[in-house]
């Protein structure tokens, strides 16, 4: 059974940080890219930052690059997302996503989302 379980969400002030984890279970994780996307009220999901499955390659959205970072531990088969100078605007459902296009065939999968809110 495939599993992502995100963690790490919470409540923080403007230019606090947070790290959120996501661990797989149920597939193998080394070959997924790994993907974190957020959702916030009455807005559409929007990808947040990309690592590719050996972890060399990253990509950020504008709104969050310089200041989040995206990371794997394949061991451990994990992924993270540091966020750093938190804003208001970051406030949203944040969602692990784990992704594998081998041509003939694609794999998606979601995690249950955490909550990270920024206010003071």
């Known amino acids: 059974q495939v599993q992502l379980v995100e963690s790490g969400g919470g409540l923080v002030q403007p230019g606090g940080s947070l790290r959120l984890s996501c661990v797989g279970s149920?597939?193998?994780?080394?070959?997924?890219?790994m993907r974190w996307y957020r959702q916030a009220p009455g807005k559409e999901r929007e990808l947040v930052a990309t690592?590719?499955?050996?972890?060399?390659?990253?990509y950020y959205a504008d709104s969050v690059k310089g200041r989040f970072t995206i990371s794997r531990d394949n061991a451990k088969k994990t992924e993270y997302l540091q966020m750093n100078s938190l804003k208001p605007e970051d406030t949203a459902v944040y969602y692990c996503?784990?992704?594998?296009?081998?041509?003939?065939?694609?794999?998606?999968?979601w995690g249950q989302g955490t909550q990270v809110t920024v206010s003071s």
């Open positions: 149920g597939f193998t994780f080394s070959n997924y890219v």
């Open positions: 996503n784990a992704y594998l296009d081998a041509g003939w065939r694609k794999w998606d999968y």
């Open positions: 690592i590719t499955s050996g972890g060399h390659v990253t």
